[in-house]
């Protein structure tokens, strides 16, 4: 029998730690004053009130135990209560009633802090609790306001909990969905909720239930029967139902449904899909996501209450149905495809009526809508709470307009289409007409308030003019390949700038008056938060800019040009106002653009440098030095450059420094030793690169990783490589030339050398011959070791035994190594050892004694490995042992030598293609901890019928769950019975 183990009493929180953490809840600060921050509470009238408060909230906190939970949500709800006395003592006095009760700290204070609430919050957590009955589950807010609104309960009412939120009186008809935001802000302040994912600006995405409260509400969990009702006649909620938990004619017993998440509806699911608008006439909020339906049933135009609408990931979804405008209430659309407005059916003016509708907006095929009636029917100008808009003129994604008479007909369209001047967010997508619109491109009456902007493909436009875009924050433009004119100038608020594939593109000013007669103006394509320039090629005569474009780009965070040839440079004035940009990537540029002398000297913010692809560069430029904030530095493809900038040991803060693909670079500058801080150098593909600066050595205190790959001409590493004293990472790869790594030093720096090294990988040197010494055996911080596919390297240093720390060795693709170190076996904390391809090595060590830790030991395709029995009979917390295509092993171990007692800890065994292996070992059936055994393809294997009917019973029989085998594989053994665990049936197929 088990010992007892005396449990371990949890202790709460110290007197301190539970005033501080009450206090922070609770918003005070000096004693009892109030922060002013979260709740709405008051300031207390006076000094003799403050010390009261202060006695009140110690009293408190002492009926709380220390209980972490407790003090949070008392504190939490003492944030909402006004900091009058009365209120205070009501608080404690029901405490202290609740505790006398002999109720548990914790129910009594869900209690106090549940009742504290207002009717509408109640309801609306309660709903919460009931949604998400399942640990750990989470739903979107977005979702969850959704539902509260379908459910009526953000019905305007005497609302002390909205107005207590914000501080301030709102007007009687308040916005449901702000009422919702509202709520869930209260939740999450009186720690009810707790969020769990939030977005790029530290708004929530989804909350679930905190799990502590699971045992303590289910005393009101179903309180609300008109929520989800008691019986079928009164349900209201339907949430994650799937095709087969309902048919067509149930719909008629579920009359006053408000919620249904109906998912997944197949292609034959018709009638069901049909009944919803038949039967469901309350429905508020339907969603049909993941459906693969073509279309939605006409039916569903009579759900006139309907308010959410969700048709996420239809991929087959083509149209929506006529008689949409009848949905007067429907305020999201959700529809994540691109939905088709094809000739004849249901178009565009069926959005007319949808007054309600916000969020975002796909319309997808445009170029099917027949006039600009149509498209000024769909009324978007008047759809106020819309945020996206995307407007694409193709159904296939692949498809590129030529232009033709269609054009100004398209122009017509874009016209009528409008937004709303509430638009955040507009794409524009492969537009086949000539010119932009007024409402954009006079904007600043039009859509004042729009932040982002993408234009793809739009093939026939040639000039931009977004200058009346002003409050406008990122902007992309890709592939308008007869691009010539962005017009960017004056946007003072822009941080994120992208152009890809224009390949005209001259400027980033407006067209010249002369181009802006012919109205040819467009917008860019919209991106991340960043400015980028990207696929510009010309053929025409590159155009340099250098207009004075007054104070541009003041807040511009990330500049990207990539393959833009007819862009020369940037305008010189624009250039001195970059002083935000943070981020500058350059890709695939014939042209210098600013790369040139000077072009980067006043980007003083600049943090990410990244150059790719530019078959002209030579040089960096001049006044590369003045990028005094750079961190991360990475050239690419560059097969003209030669030299790296002098200039560099100025980047005082660089962390990071990426080389790739720099065919003709031949040196280092020296004065890399300069970069002090300096934590990650790649150099891959810069095949003419003889050797590094022996400066490094000196400089790079900070430097954590080096990689080194592809550099076939560097014969030496530096000899001083060694004081790299902060190094834990350190790979070699593919170095042909490479002969030796440089040796540890002498004797009175053998000590510090590398003494922070934690990997070292060395993988197809081909030319490697021998690792000194005193290399290897002064890492006595190394705990990974990967030496692969060097075909020189014969032998290991017996100081190999030194490395006390190290964790997992492999050697793989060696074919000369013909023996193992007798150190290996003073590796004590060694626990995976793989090795793989050694075709001459031929036997272990006799030395294996102190490998005590060694889990895993893999021995794959070494085809002279001859004896096993010396190294095998010491490892006796191996775990799992795996023997591949070893085929000159006879025995695993000696005649006589009981597996049982030398590897107790074995769990799994496998044993494939040794072709000359004739046993098992005896007590193999016993081994306690074996999970697993595998052979296969030993075509000379024997073992007696005892272990094999014991292997057999142990997979099949075992009454011991401990000691049942969960795998048991025997193929192509003729000697061995084949058992597959697949197959439960007894084979007789023995061989003869």
Excluded at 592 to 612: A, C, D, F, R, W
Aim: hydrophobic residues 35%; negative net charge.
């Amino acid at each position: 029998m088990g010992t007892t183990v005396t449990p371990y009493e949890l202790s709460g929180l110290s007197g301190e730690e539970s005033w501080a953490l009450f206090r922070r809840k609770a918003a005070l600060i000096n004693n009892g004053r109030s922060s002013g921050g979260g709740g709405g509470g008051g300031a207390v009238k006076n000094a003799d009130d403050d010390d009261l408060v202060f006695r009140i909230g110690k009293e408190l906190v002492l009926e709380c135990k220390g209980i972490p939970l407790a003090l949070t949500l008392l504190g939490a709800m003492m944030r909402f209560k006004t900091f009058n006395i009365q209120e205070w003592e009501t608080v404690l006095n029901t405490m202290k009633v609740l505790r006398g009760s002999n109720n548990d700290v914790i129910d009594s204070v869900l209690k106090i802090c549940y009742n504290d609430m207002e009717s509408p919050l109640k309801r609306c957590f309660s709903y919460c609790y009931s949604l998400l009955p399942v640990r750990n589950s989470t739903v979107e807010k977005k979702k969850l306001i959704q539902l509260w609104m379908a459910q009526g309960l953000l019905e305007e009412e005497e609302d002390a909990a909205y107005s207590k939120i914000n501080n301030e009186d709102e007007e009687e008809e308040e916005e449901e969905e702000n009422r919702g935001n509202s709520y869930f802000k209260s939740l999450v302040l009186r720690s009810f909720l707790q969020v769990v994912k939030f977005d790029d600006k530290g708004e929530p995405l989804e909350c679930k239930k905190h799990e502590h409260f699971l045992s303590y509400f289910r005393w009101f969990r179903y309180r609300s029967p008109s929520v989800f009702g008691q019986n079928v006649w009164n349900l209201r909620t339907m949430l994650d139902c799937r095709p087969n938990d309902i048919y067509p004619g149930w719909l008629l017993n579920y009359k006053r449904l408000r919620v249904l998440e109906l998912q997944h509806l197949r292609k034959d699911d018709e009638l069901l899909l049909s009944s919803i608008g038949d039967e469901l006439m309350h429905l508020r909020y339907l969603d049909l996501s993941h459906g693969r339906f073509k279309a939605l049933p006409p039916s569903i135009s009579k759900l006139f209450h309907l308010q959410t609408l969700k048709l996420l990931h239809c991929r087959h979804l083509q149209r929506l149905p006529k008689g949409l405008r009848k949905l007067i209430n429907l305020r999201h659309l959700e529809i994540e495809t691109r939905l088709n407005i094809p000739r004849g059916a249901a178009g565009i003016e069926e959005l007319g009526c949808l007054q309600q509708l916000g969020g975002s907006l796909s319309l997808i095929g445009l170029g099917d809508v027949r006039n600009g009636a149509d498209a000024k029917a769909a009324n978007l100008k008047e759809k106020a709470k819309l945020q996206e808009l995307t407007l694409d003129w193709e159904s296939d994604w692949h498809v590129y307009t030529n232009e033709d008479d269609s054009s100004k007909e398209d122009d017509v369209v874009l016209e009528e289409l409008q937004p709303h001047q509430n638009l955040l967010l507009l794409r524009l997508l492969r537009f086949s007409g000539t010119k932009l619109p007024t409402w954009l491109t006079m904007s600043h009456h039009h859509l004042s308030n729009l932040q982002e902007l993408c234009v793809y493909s739009c093939q026939h436009v040639k000039s931009l003019d977004l200058t009346g875009l002003r409050p406008l924050r990122k902007l992309m433009i890709s592939y308008c390949e007869n691009l010539e004119y962005a017009g960017v100038e004056g946007l003072m608020q822009l941080e994120l700038l992208e152009f890809k594939g224009c390949d005209k593109l001259k400027s980033l000013l407006a067209a010249p008056a002369k181009n802006k007669k012919k109205g040819v103006v467009v917008n860019d394509q919209e991106e991340h938060h960043h400015h980028q320039v990207a696929g510009c090629s010309s053929r025409e005569t590159p155009a340099a800019i250098t207009e004075d474009t007054g104070e541009n780009l003041v807040k511009l965070v990330k500049l990207q040009i990539q393959s833009c040839d007819s862009l020369t440079s940037l305008p010189k004035k624009e250039v001195l106002l970059l002083q935000s940009l943070k981020t500058l990537h350059i890709e695939n540029c014939a042209n210098p653009m600013v790369l040139t002398k000077g072009g980067l000297e006043y980007l003083s913010l600049l943090q990410h440098l990244q150059i790719e692809n530019c078959p002209n560069l030579k040089k960096l430029p001049e006044g590369v030095g003045n990028l005094s904030s750079l961190q991360h530095f990475v050239i690419r493809e560059c097969p003209k450059l030669m030299f790296l900038s002098e200039e560099m040991q100025h980047w005082r803060s660089l962390r990071t420094m990426s080389i790739f693909a720099c065919t003709n670079l031949k040196a280092l500058p020296r004065e890399i030793a300069g970069l002090t801080s300096l934590q990650e150098l790649e150099i891959k593909g810069c095949d003419f690169l003889p050797s590094f600066p022996d400066e490094m050595q000196s400089g790079l205190k900070s430097l954590q990783m080096l990689k080194i790959e592809r550099c076939s001409n560097l014969v030496v590493l530096p000899a001083g490589l060694g004081n790299l004293s902060s190094l834990e990472v350190l790979e070699i790869s593919s170095c042909n030339s490479l002969m030796s790594l440089p040796a540890g030093g002498m004797q009175q720096q053998q000590q510090h050398y590398l003494r922070k090294l934690e990997r070292l990988k060395i993988k197809g040197c081909d030319n490697l011959e021998i690792l000194p010494e005193d290399c290897l055996g002064n890492l006595s911080t190394l705990r990974v070791l990967t030496i692969i596919g060097c075909p020189n390297l014969q032998v290991l240093p017996e100081s190999l035994g030194n490395l006390q720390n190290l964790h997992l060795l492999e050697i793989t693709d060696c074919p000369n190594l013909k023996a193992l170190p007798r150190g290996l076996g003073e590796l004590s904390s060694l626990r995976s050892l793989y090795i793989r391809r050694c075709l001459n090595l031929t036997s272990f060590p006799d030395t294996l004694l102190h490998m005590t830790s060694l889990r895993v030991l893999w021995l794959i395709e070494c085809h002279k490995l001859k004896d096993l029995s010396s190294g095998l009979r010491s490892l006796s917390a191996l775990e799992k042992l795996t023997i591949w295509g070893c085929h000159s092993i006879i025995e695993l171990l000696p005649q006589g030598i009981n597996i049982q007692d030398l590897m107790k800890s074995l769990r799994e065994l496998t044993i494939s293609h040794c072709s000359k292996l004739e046993t098992l070992p005896d007590g193999l059936e016993y081994l306690p901890s074996l999970k697993e055994l595998v052979i296969w393809n030993c075509p000379k294997l024997k073992s007696s019928e005892i272990v094999i009917q014991g292997l057999k019973r142990r997979k099949e029989e075992s009454m011991v769950s401990w000691l049942k085998l969960r795998k048991l594989n025997i193929k192509d053994c003729p000697y061995l019975e084949t058992i597959d665990d697949d197959d439960d049936d007894d084979d007789d197929d023995d061989a003869s």
